[in-house]
């Protein structure tokens, strides 16, 4: 191992401590500070010369209302079941579609 003086290859690696992995998350941090950067003011102590990077309110993620907000949209038009027959299809079409979108309907 690495601590242990020993030279390793990269397929030895765990796959969390693997490059592909380590650029992906490091990729990932790239676009949260790129995307979403906090852009709350620091005061500038004029004693320091600059900002000392701590007494200043940051307004953070409202996670709960991301979470929520996630939840209700996940499963964004998905089916619980498909139509079982030609009949169900066409009802299921129109429920989406709505009648007289230039579908004929069958008769029976």
């Given at each position: 191992?690495?601590?242990?003086?020993?030279?390793?290859?990269?397929?030895?690696l765990?796959?969390?401590?693997?490059?592909?992995?380590?650029?992906?998350?490091?990729?990932?941090?790239?676009?949260?500070?790129?995307?979403?950067?906090?852009?709350?003011?620091?005061?500038k102590?004029?004693?320091?010369?600059?900002?000392?990077?701590?007494?200043?309110?940051?307004?953070?993620?409202?996670?709960?209302?991301?979470?929520?907000?996630?939840?209700?949209?996940?499963?964004?038009?998905?089916?619980?079941?498909?139509?079982?027959?030609?009949?169900?299809k066409?009802?299921?079409?129109?429920?989406?579609?709505?009648?007289?979108?230039?579908?004929?309907?069958?008769?029976?």
């Amino acid at each position: 191992m690495v601590v242990q003086g020993k030279q390793m290859n990269e397929t030895d690696l765990p796959y969390h401590a693997s490059g592909p992995h380590i650029r992906h998350c490091i990729d990932l941090l790239r676009n949260v500070l790129m995307c979403q950067p906090d852009l709350t003011l620091e005061v500038k102590n004029e004693e320091l010369g600059g900002v000392t990077g701590f007494g200043t309110e940051h307004q953070c993620v409202d996670w709960k209302a991301l979470v929520d907000w996630t939840s209700e949209w996940e499963t964004f038009e998905q089916k619980a079941k498909q139509p079982q027959s030609a009949e169900d299809k066409l009802d299921a079409e129109e429920k989406i579609h709505g009648a007289g979108h230039g579908h004929a309907r069958r008769h029976k």
